[in-house]
């Protein structure tokens, strides 16, 4: 192929930064060894709703996005890399807790791509990112109604803070428009 007939993507992501809350996470600790806290947040790190699938699904939108909406594909970029944050918070906290860092859990099983929503169009891919948002934080309160410790569930409802700002971006997103499907 010659120079005249590449094609070039001209939607740079280097000065992509995580979009989260200016505030900070506190310490990641745990007040003993709790191998049915690990299961739980073994969950969120990569079940059927999880950081994981965030991560993936978020990825594979910002890469659709990017050669025909570029400010956009960079905001979902953001949110991607903010959620790459809760993943290793948790995963620190299982191991902290004596878990097994895997891609299985005990009520998902193996991780697979079946948990990501994949639309074709924009609007439907906020819609998915939106739903996906809105079940992680119902999954972490459950688990934090679940977990008597004080350390660890610090940890997710500084995390639950983000998902809800992640929530308000997405629907600032979904009111701009973005064609339709």
């Known amino acids: 192929m010659d120079s005249k007939n590449l094609m070039v993507n001209n939607c740079s992501m280097e000065a992509v930064r995580p979009i989260m809350m200016a505030l900070p996470y506190p310490p990641v600790q745990v007040r003993g ?13 990569c079940g059927s709703v999880s950081e994981l699938s965030a991560i993936l699904q978020y ?23 903010a959620e790459m944050i809760h993943l290793q918070k948790l995963g620190e906290l299982i191991c902290l807790l004596g878990g097994n860092i895997c891609f299985e859990t005990r009520k998902d099983g193996l991780w697979s791509p ?4 994949l639309p074709e169009c924009i609007p439907q891919m906020l819609r998915a990112d939106l739903e996906s948002e809105k079940a992680a ?20 409802k500084r995390i639950i803070l983000d998902e809800e700002y992640h929530i308000m971006i997405l629907q600032a997103l979904m009111k701009n428009g973005y064609g339709k499907c």
């Not at 990825?59 to 890399?81: D, F, K, W």
């Not at 309160?141 to 610090?154: E, L």
């Open 137 to 156: 934080i119902r999954q972490y309160r459950i688990h934090i109604n679940a977990i008597a410790d004080d350390c660890v569930n610090a940890v997710l």
């Open 33 to 45: 060894k709790n191998q049915k806290y690990a299961d739980l947040l073994s969950v969120d790190y």
């Open 114 to 117: 079946s948990c990501l929503t």
């Open 59 to 81: 990825i594979n939108h910002e890469n659709r996005m990017s050669c025909e909406h570029c400010p956009l594909a960079q905001t979902v970029l953001g949110i991607a890399m």
